[in-house]
């Protein structure tokens, strides 16, 4: 069996946790990469994170930022969230339960051959350039080259053929159920509950905004933008640059992400948010 660890950067409770868990999967007989950042505190192979996916397992400690990097490179894999952040709505499991966890998560996987997980849904956007972005858990960000007054870009946003609005904002956002809790919700668009089934279009300071809609999510959704000195697509906060005019397309990946572990309290971590 093979599993990964992503520790958060710049935390030393989060490497020191990676090192008692690299100790007791050693025990276990199991082998052991972590990104290239967490190798340079423990002893274990340190791999990008891109390979990830080839793990049976992959552990993220830290916040939702790192569960989100750790997705980004582990495709299907099962990740399993540690939370040292404060809010933690991908992160279910404590510290301190960390590496009885993870130990019975190897127990399961030897038994079964597979680790227990649920299913979220992953974005991509896409565009005439012949380009696309790394699958996203929680938003795709569609922006102008600067926000501000007089910035932000013209926008047309169609959903399944049909124009929703056209006119002047910073940017066009695209959320998850899982990701109507960050991004989105900063930006005056709606909570969902992760086990809805939707996509939430956000409009981002426009100047004629319609309301945050919710659509079905197996919709197809574009995204055309124009004068603007470029645009800036973002995918769970990974940002490229691209020329204008430009329509983005925006839909479900093929595979969704797969989250192991005790399953978050959802309404528990939204009162961490006050």
């Not at 960050?182 to 279009?201: M, T």
């Not at 769970?236 to 020329?243: E, K, M, P």
Request: aromatic share 4%; glycine share 10%.
């Amino acid at each position: 069996m093979n599993v990964g660890i992503v520790a958060q950067r710049g935390n030393e409770n989060a490497t020191d946790l990676a090192g008692a868990l690299c100790e007791m999967l050693d025990e276990e007989d199991v082998t052991i990469w972590v990104d290239e950042a967490t190798s340079e505190h423990v002893d274990a192979r340190g791999v990008d994170v891109d390979r990830m996916t080839e793990c049976n397992l992959v552990v993220s400690i830290g916040g939702d930022g790192t569960f989100l990097f750790a997705a980004r490179g582990a495709g299907g894999t099962p990740i399993l969230g540690v939370n040292l952040g404060e809010v933690g709505f991908l992160n279910a499991v404590a510290p301190e339960d960390a590496v009885e966890e993870v130990r019975e998560t190897v127990t399961t996987y030897r038994e079964r051959g597979a680790v227990p997980s649920r299913e979220a849904p992953r974005l991509t956007a896409s565009g005439d350039g012949d380009w696309s972005t790394h699958p996203a858990l929680n938003e795709i960000v569609v922006l102008g080259a600067q926000r501000g007054h007089g910035q932000g870009a013209e926008f047309e946003v169609q959903v399944d053929g049909t124009t929703y609005d056209r006119g002047h904002a910073d940017g066009v956002l695209v959320s998850t159920p899982t990701g109507s809790s960050a991004y989105n919700l900063s930006e005056g668009g709606p909570l969902v509950h992760p086990d809805a089934d939707g996509l939430v279009l956000t409009e981002m300071c426009a100047r004629d905004p319609m309301p945050p809609l919710v659509v079905d999510a197996d919709s197809d959704i574009s995204i055309r933008v124009s004068n603007a000195p470029h645009a800036v697509v973002s995918s769970d906060g990974s940002r490229r640059q691209v020329a204008v005019p430009e329509t983005i397309s925006v839909s479900l990946t093929p595979e969704p992400a797969r989250i192991a572990g005790p399953a978050t309290d959802f309404f528990e971590a939204l009162g961490k948010l006050d």
